[in-house]
């Protein structure tokens, strides 16, 4: 059976129906085809005729007007093709009738069982290709939905692969920021020992400094037999700071 056409011709008919017209003092002044008298009330209900609100409804209403009667011209012609086709089909296929097995030609006449016979093969062929025509659908529609999973399952997959591979970026920067703390770390540590270990050798320098400056002011023995008793040492001069405060050499290096 051919889908294309359609099944039932009088629910489209009924779409395509026109109502029964109004009479003439009820509908004549909104009619797109009497657009005159339209017109004319439109301009006895509005007295301003200047008025911009007024000029854009009567523009619309003479762009309107013509579309509208193109439109129910329209209509009008596919409601005689539909009413045609409905002509053609009422005059029906022909009947699936099997010919006598000992035909020789010439008329046949069918008794009432053979024609409803035929019909009621006619009607099992229709219904057949109904079911095929519906098992075709099914197999469109479930074929389109595997489709549509198949590509909800291709979009998740992707969401997953890039929400894991940000993971993996972000855990990758936190070890790279660590890394370098870390090694800032060292290096601030190595700087500081640097700094110690300078700052120690400085003061060792000036301790040396100063005791071999202590060293070559101490006094000399003077020899026996002079004045003064042997083996005595003469004072030792005292040194003082800036304010006057006096100096006292470490007794290690006397």
């Known amino acids: ?40 009330l439109l301009r006895q209900v509005v007295k301003d005729r200047g008025d911009r609100r007024a000029q854009k409804l009567s523009q619309a209403f003479h762009h309107i007007s013509p579309r509208k009667s193109l439109l129910e011209d329209d209509v009008k012609g596919l409601r005689e093709a539909l009413i045609n086709e409905r002509t053609r089909r009422k005059r029906g296929k022909p009947l699936l009738l099997q010919e006598p097995e000992e035909y020789q030609g010439g008329a046949v006449v069918w008794s009432p069982r053979k024609v409803k016979e035929a019909r009621d093969r006619q009607q099992l062929q229709e219904r057949e290709e109904e079911q095929v025509q519906h098992q075709k659908a099914e197999t469109n529609r479930l074929r389109e939905e595997a489709r549509q999973e198949k590509a909800r399952e ?36 190595k700087r500081l020992q640097q700094a110690i270990k300078t700052s120690q050798k400085g003061k060792k320098r000036s301790l040396k400094a100063l005791a071999k400056a202590t060293s070559r002011k101490r006094p000399i023995a003077r020899p026996t037999g002079s004045g003064e008793p042997q083996g005595a040492i003469a004072a030792q001069p005292a040194f003082t700071s800036r304010k006057g405060r006096a100096i006292k050499t470490p007794t290690r290096f006397l």
Not at 162 to 170: G, I, N, P, S
């Open 1 to 40: 059976m051919n889908t294309n056409q359609p099944t039932n011709l009088e629910v489209i008919l009924q779409r395509f129906a026109i109502s029964t017209p109004l009479s003439d003092s009820e509908s004549s002044t909104l009619s797109a085809s009497n657009w005159r008298k339209t017109e004319g």
């Open 154 to 189: 291709k979009e998740i997959r992707r969401q997953a692969r890039a929400a894991a591979r940000l993971v993996r970026e972000k855990e990758k920067a936190e070890k790279a920021a660590e890394k370098a703390s870390r090694a800032a770390a060292r290096r601030t540590a």
